[in-house]
Each structure stands twice: as structure tokens, then as C-alpha cells.
């Protein structure tokens, strides 16, 4: 990885961390395809059970570095589509095909692509002094990493236009009530907190983990009988694991015990 994206694995947890405080943590291309990588071998390797992503110092991401933008601006609109495609859009690509769990901590300011970033993570913890805002407006760019995908079916049609359209910053108690974020920390326990649930997570039965989580994002597309159908096949996956017989055979022997 980069001096500007960090990536680690420790006891079942994986850590993206973007590194670019300067810079409010405004992502490079060298960034996103570090990022993209990071997801890849998180896919890959059976040690990584949970990831985390944040970011550090004062903000969680900023979206996209518009001085970097400012050297693109006499692209070609095949150009900036192609570039969308075959590096920014390569994140929420890699995290559909990762069925590990995947915790956005956001640490502070999540704006424009850095708040879509938070969006594509299954589950989203914020600092209590944390702000999000959609910022394409202001800079007259839609949002083109997956946001207007996304936000909808995170807080629904109404809030994420009034989101886009106004691109006004929300903090971390509107966040929560509108179901942006799942819980809110002091700041300084943020951290510490998203590390307890992602040990938690880390030490549950990953099969069955896995097919909960490809289970629930399948199942919003698809009708009852299918997901019942789909369902009904982990099920029985998962009763033939080791981890299904460990634990049933721990809970009978505690029982008796």
C-alpha cells in the first residue's frame, strides 16, 4: 500500500485506513486503486473476517481531490466516463463481490464521494463531531461513484434529493435519526468501539456470517419464494459446517453442565 492508504490484518480484522489528513483525506487515483486491491485480498484471504475503514485526522474523506480535477478538465467526455469506470467505480464493484462484513468508521467530515464511500460499507458508525454533506452541486458534478444508487436506499427517495439537491451538512444526531448511521460515538471512542463490534464479528462463525450478509443484499432484489428458496440453501450449508456442529455440541454440553 501507499503512504497515503493503509492496510493492515490483525486477528480477524482487516483495516483500510486513508491517510491523507493534509487533504482532508481526498482520494488519488493511486488511492482508489490501492483501495480496490485492499478489497480484493480481503476477498481472498481466509484470516480476514470483518474490515473496518476510516480515515485519519479530522476527516474521513473528502471525496475526490479537485486539483487533481483541475488537471482533467480538458478531458473528453469518453475520457472522464472511462476513468469513472475503470478506477473509482472499481470500489463498489469489489465490495459486491466481498460477503465479509464491512464497517465504515467515520471518524469526521464525509463529503460528496468520501460520504458515497461510507454508503457502499454495510454498516456505518460516526463520531459524534462528524458532518456529512453530498457535495456535487457546488463543484457541478453528479455523483458519479454510486451515491445516487446507494443514499436512496440507505435514508430513502424524499431525504437523499433534498441531500443532493441542497447539499447541505447534516450532523452526526441527523444522521442517526434518519438512518444514515447505525450508532454514534464520543469521538474519542469511536475507534475503540467500531474495534470492539468488528472483534465481535470477528469471532462469529464466519460461514453461516457470510450467508447472512449475500442473503440480505440478494434478498431486497429478489421475491419471497426466491428468498426462501436462496435461504433454505445456506441453511443447510451452513448445518453441514464445523462451526454449526462446534456450537451446537458447546450449547448442549453448557446445558447440561
Not at 75 to 103: N, T, W, Y
Request: with cysteine.
Amino acid at each position: 500500500m501507499t503512504a497515503h492508504l493503509e492496510f493492515s490484518v490483525d486477528a480477524g480484522v482487516a483495516r483500510i485506513r486513508l491517510n491523507r489528513p493534509e487533504r482532508m483525506n481526498a482520494f488519488t487515483f493511486e488511492m482508489i486503486e490501492q483501495w480496490t486491491a485492499a478489497l480484493r485480498e480481503c476477498r481472498e484471504r481466509s484470516d480476514v473476517k470483518v474490515v473496518v475503514v476510516t480515515g485519519a485526522g479530522e476527516a474521513f474523506c473528502s471525496g475526490g481531490d479537485i486539483v487533481e480535477m483541475q488537471d482533467r478538465l480538458e478531458q473528453s467526455p469518453a475520457q472522464r466516463k472511462d476513468e469513472l469506470f475503470d478506477k473509482i467505480q472499481r470500489i463498489p464493484l469489489a465490495l459486491e463481490d466481498l460477503d465479509k462484513p464491512v464497517l465504515a468508521a467515520i471518524n469526521g467530515a464525509a463529503t460528496g464521494a468520501g460520504l458515497d464511500l461510507a454508503l457502499m460499507c454495510d454498516i456505518r458508525y460516526a463520531a459524534q463531531g462528524a458532518r456529512m454533506a453530498e457535495t456535487y452541486l457546488r463543484v457541478g458534478l453528479v455523483p458519479g461513484a454510486g451515491g445516487a444508487h446507494f443514499l436512496p436506499r440507505v435514508v430513502g427517495t424524499a431525504r437523499a434529493l433534498e441531500m443532493f439537491l441542497t447539499g447541505e451538512f447534516i450532523d452526526s444526531a441527523e444522521a442517526l435519526r434518519i438512518g444514515l448511521v447505525n450508532k454514534v460515538f464520543p469521538d474519542d471512542t469511536l475507534m475503540p468501539e467500531v474495534e470492539r463490534i468488528a472483534q465481535r464479528m470477528a469471532r462469529a462463525p464466519s460461514v453461516p456470517m457470510r450467508m447472512i450478509k449475500r442473503a440480505i443484499l440478494q434478498g431486497v432484489r429478489n421475491d419471497l419464494r426466491t428468498n426462501l428458496d436462496l435461504i433454505s440453501s445456506h441453511y443447510a450449508v451452513a448445518t453441514a459446517s464445523e462451526e454449526h456442529k462446534q456450537a451446537v455440541r458447546a450449547f448442549v454440553k453448557e446445558r447440561k453442565s
